[in-house]
Structures are given as structure tokens and as C-alpha cells.
Nanobody, 128 residues
Framework: QVQLVTSGGGLVQTGGSLTLSCVASGGAFRGHAMGWFRRAPGKEREFVSAIRWSQGFTLYADSVKGRFIISRDNAENTVTLQMNSLQAEDTAVYYC?????????????????????WGQGTQVTVSS
């Protein structure tokens, strides 16, 4: 059974960078897309970014557009989130997630319901 294993979180100063990685272990990822979500203290989990697994089309939340870059390595079953110019409001637990094989429109990929596979979450803390 495929599981998602997340790594790369940590503590960084404002303006710094971090890279998160998510590896699909136990088999190849054959879903339509993988995405990143985050939950800040006291807030609901929110969409950050997604990438279509075959075409590589990317999608970003407005709050991270221009600062975060999502990429994937199909051969390594890995999705990476490069986070630059980090701000205090980026502090959250970050989760990677994978959808099933069916197609999803962009609007759907920014919601949680298409994602049935979730990683364990990794803490990102941005300090001033």
C-alpha cells in the first residue's frame, strides 16, 4: 500500500528558505495529482500548491504564488515544495497529499476532498 512520507520542515528566519519533500513509499504513485496543504495554529487546513503528476501543471494559492515552487520527480515518486521568502504567516504544519487516478479540475485540486492519501505532516516555523 502506498504511503506518503514527508520531510524537510524546521525552523527558519523570516526571509529564509526551506524545502519540503514527500516520497510515495510502498509502490509507485499512480494518482492524478499531488498537493501540499498547511494548518496554521488555530486555523483550518488550507491549500498551498498542487501539481498534476503526468503533465506537471502547477497550481498555487495566492498567498504563496511567486514564493513557493512545487515540482515532482516521477521516477523517484517524489514531490518537492521549495519555499522562499518565508514569512511568519507561513508557520504551519505542512501536509502532502495525493489524489486518485481520476481527473480533477484546478478548482477541485485546491480542495481537500480529491485527496485520499495523506502524509504525516511536518512543522515549519518562521521566526522574526
Amino acid at each position: 500500500q502506498v504511503q506518503l512520507v514527508t520531510s524537510g520542515g524546521g525552523l527558519v528566519q523570516t526571509g529564509g528558505s526551506l524545502t519540503l519533500s514527500c516520497v510515495a513509499s510502498g509502490g509507485a504513485f499512480r494518482g492524478h495529482a499531488m498537493g501540499w496543504f498547511r494548518r496554521a495554529p488555530g486555523k483550518e487546513r488550507e491549500f498551498v500548491s498542487a501539481i498534476r503528476w503526468s503533465q506537471g501543471f502547477t497550481l498555487y494559492a495566492d498567498s504563496v504564488k511567486g514564493r513557493f515552487i512545487i515540482s515532482r520527480d516521477n521516477a523517484e515518486n517524489t514531490v518537492t515544495l521549495q519555499m522562499n521568502s518565508l514569512q511568519a504567516e507561513d508557520t504551519a504544519v505542512y501536509y502532502c497529499a495525493g489524489t486518485g487516478s481520476g481527473f480533477h479540475y484546478n478548482k477541485e485540486l485546491s480542495q481537500e476532498w480529491p485527496y485520499h492519501l495523506w502524509g504525516q505532516g511536518t512543522q515549519v516555523t518562521v521566526s522574526s
